[in-house]
């Protein structure tokens, strides 16, 4: 009853200090003048936060408010928080609804077929652009349950699985700061989703209500880096909905060209969840992650406010928003980073597959060989991106930035002569272009999205390699004949960045050590039973990822791209950065305003009752 008092209050507040739809998009107001209702609600308000007590397998959790909870907001306070949010509230739909007669969501009936939008759901369910425009979903569906799948039986049954319930289409800070308030207050399981893109499931939720941040789509550059940090190059400075092409695309049109740091996808973040976990790719190599080139957040805290976060306001919080875990720390509604000057670059591609040789062992030396020039390739300034699965190996691309035609073929040629003695066929092309970027979209395939997996991985650390990489080639066959699909990048993150520069990110430090970072993907259908979803769980953590595991036991994952269930996950992502990663947790949000599933200060967080509801053991 109080509670809702105070939400009221908190609501009404909201209005009349003029956080509503009226505000600018970007730039971004000052921090002073935009506390708006964050000194209202933060602290007394924890009195009364509301709790559902529920016992599970043996256990007591209270949890956070879903429909159908005492303390779930009821149709008054949702309009108020709609009108806070200058009307951008929604209910949330799964996107193949369309194909169904009814959508049983969590808050009552629709009638949802239309067979126009339907046939384009049906067409598009794998297309990465379509799932990441819409506003909830998950690109890999295994973290939505899988419940409604396009169908051609309108009849069939499409329930709400996992993805959320309603969400905030943001399209202002206020509306980011109306929708943590509100959801703080309310104790609802809150979601910054920006493309959808996480392999973990940790961009949808059972329950809960959703902040997308796609409107925040603003590019701006300069020559020139005035704040702290002992910088003075050149920048970029993005909105929190900015993906990668189009970041790229901005700085390519410069005059010379420009390049960040970005993952070998285009479709990714940049603002989002990529900084938060590190953000590799081809450039990782020369400038170490995403993170590594951070200057300057905008963020929005638990309490509500907007803070600036760089190496002078804020480091503290700076430092645990590059690469101390995605949705954290606070909501970052605009980064700045380091831009360099775009180079001439080549590439080569290979492949050795049951097109070339018959023989699955020497398809397999093939694959040894080929891994054991990982070292030699990271230290020479390579990214190489390859996959195995079958046993086959796709290689596409080696990556020579600033090195020409003639310098990457040097630096592969001793493979080449070895797959020549072995006597394996093997094909391979080879191309040089003016610039990385143009290497970039010619050569870096797009991924299909809409399909279900689970996804796992591990790093090797250079020590290992050197000591163990015959038993690291037979964890690739255990995985393999386990049913895992094998994706490997070959990239040291710091190789090329001063050794005085890696600790002022808060990735796990021994990825400065690490030559190939390996995601493990075992495809599961996302609706299989319960029983066969937890083998495939087992069989990841223990079989798949543990076999590499005990090959490169000095080795690290990578949060964004790993089994977020295997244990000691906190030494896995973040090694001794730990420690301090869970006192900034408690620091900035000490009541678990955010939650993804094994960041920094979760652990006695879950989500009992079936992977649905979000609980915290007591
Ligand atoms: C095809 C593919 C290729 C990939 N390639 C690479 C690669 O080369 N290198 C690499 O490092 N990673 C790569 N990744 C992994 C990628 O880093 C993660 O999927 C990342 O989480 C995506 O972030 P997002 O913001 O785009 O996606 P989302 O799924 O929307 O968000 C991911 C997480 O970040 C949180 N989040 C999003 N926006 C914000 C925000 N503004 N503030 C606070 N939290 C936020 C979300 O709540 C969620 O927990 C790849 C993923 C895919 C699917
Ligand atoms: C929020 O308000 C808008 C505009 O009035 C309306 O279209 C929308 O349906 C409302 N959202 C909810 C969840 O009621
Ligand atoms: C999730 O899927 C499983 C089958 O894998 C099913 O048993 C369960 O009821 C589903 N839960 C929800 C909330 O959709
Ligand atoms: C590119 O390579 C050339 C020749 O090796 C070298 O002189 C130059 O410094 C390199 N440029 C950068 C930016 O790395
Ligand atoms: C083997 O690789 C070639 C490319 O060199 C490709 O065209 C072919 O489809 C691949 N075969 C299989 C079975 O994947
Ligand atoms: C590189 O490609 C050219 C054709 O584009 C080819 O003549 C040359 O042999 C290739 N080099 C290698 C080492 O594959
Ligand atoms: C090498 O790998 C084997 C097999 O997994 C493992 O038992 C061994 O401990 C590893 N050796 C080292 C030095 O890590």
């Known amino acids: 009853m109080k509670s809702s008092i105070f939400a009221l209050v908190s ?44 016992t ?38 799964p996107p193949a609804a369309s194909c169904y007669n009814t959508f049983q969501g969590p808050l009552g009936n629709l009638n949802t077929y239309d067979a126009a939008k339907c046939a384009e759901v049906t067409a598009n369910f ?52 109306a929708g943590i308030s509100f959801a703080r207050d309310n104790n609802l399981r809150l979601i910054i989703r920006n493309t959808g893109h996480d392999f973990l499931g940790r961009s949808v939720g059972w329950g809960a209500l959703v902040i997308n941040t796609h409107s925040f789509q603003s590019i701006s550059t300069s020559n020139k880096w005035n704040g702290p940090g002992g910088y003075s190059g050149s920048t970029i400075t993005v909105g929190a909905g900015v993906r990668a092409k189009a970041a790229l695309q901005h700085l390519h049109g410069l005059n010379p060209p420009k390049i960040m740091v970005t993952g070998e996808c285009a479709t990714v973040g940049v603002a989002g969840g990529l900084v938060q976990g590190g953000g590799h790719g081809p450039w990782t190599n020369r400038e170490g992650f995403l993170a590594d080139t951070a200057l300057q957040f905008k963020v929005i805290t638990a309490d509500g406010w907007l803070r600036t976060a760089n190496a002078a306001v804020n480091p503290d919080l700076f430092w645990a928003l590059k690469g101390g ?25 290979l492949d050795i597959n049951t097109s070339h040789t ?30 195995i699965f079958g046993p086959m190996l796709h290689v ?38 003016s610039t990385f970027y143009d290497l970039y979209f010619d050569l870096f395939e797009i991924e299909a999205a809409g399909s279900s997996a689970l996804t796992g991985g591990w790093s090797i650390s250079k020590q290992d390699h050197a000591a163990n990489a015959t038993a690291i080639v037979d964890a690739f066959k255990t995985m393999t004949s386990s049913g895992a699909i094998l994706v490997g990048h070959m990239w040291n993150a710091g190789g090329g960045l001063p050794q005085s520069q890696w600790s002022k990110s808060a990735v796990n430090p021994v990825f400065r050590n690490v030559v190939d970072k390996i995601i493990s993907v075992v495809p599961i259908a996302g609706n ?28 690290a994952a990578y949060v964004n791209e790993a089994d977020p269930f295997q244990p000691e996950w906190q030494t896995a ?46």
């Open 56 to 93: 599970w397998q043996g256990s007591n959790y209270q949890c956070k408010c879903a429909p159908g909870d005492y303390c779930w907001p009821g149709e008054w306070k949702w309009q108020l928080l709609n009108l806070t949010v200058g009307g951008n509230l929604r209910v949330s739909i």
């Open 126 to 177: 794998a297309d990465e652009q379509y799932q990441i425009n819409h506003p909830t979903a998950g690109l890999w569906t295994y973290f939505t349950n899988d419940t409604c799948r396009p169908t051609t039986n309108p009849s069939d049954s499409c329930t709400n699985g996992y993805y959320p319930v309603l969400y905030i289409q943001a399209k202002t800070i206020g509306h980011i700061q």
């Open 325 to 349: 875990g995605p949705a954290s720390f606070g909501v970052i509604v605009e980064a700045t980073y380091k831009t360099f000057t775009d180079l001439p670059s080549a590439a080569v591609s």
């Open 11 to 54: 609501g009404a507040f909201l209005l009349a200090s003029g956080v509503s739809a009226s505000d600018e998009l970007l730039p971004l107001p000052e921090e002073v003048s935009a506390q708006s209702d964050a000194l209202a609600t933060a602290s007394f308000l924890d009195w009364f936060t509301p709790w559902v007590k529920r």
């Open 528 to 555: 299989a039973p319960l029983a066969d979803k937890a083998e495939a769980q087992q069989r990841l953590t223990y079989v798949v990822d543990g076999a590499l595991r005990a090959a490169a036991p000095r080795g």
């Open 573 to 618: 992502f973040w090694g001794t950065n730990y420690p301090e990663l869970l006192r900034l947790r408690r620091k900035w949000d000490p009541k678990g305003v955010f939650y993804a599933v094994s960041t920094p200060g979760t652990e006695a967080w879950t989500q009992i009752e079936e992977g649905t509801r979000l609980c915290k053991k007591i």
């Open 396 to 433: 596409q691309p080696f990556v020579g930035i600033n090195k020409t035609q003639a310098e990457l073929q040097t630096l592969i040629q001793p493979l080449f002569d070895d797959l020549n003695t072995l006597g394996v066929g093997f094909s391979t092309s080879n191309r040089t272009y």
């Open 358 to 387: 018959s023989d699955i062992n020497q398809i397999w030396e093939a694959i040894r060989i080929f891994h054991s020039y990982a070292t030699h390739w990271v230290d020479n300034g390579l990214y190489v991106y390859y996959e």
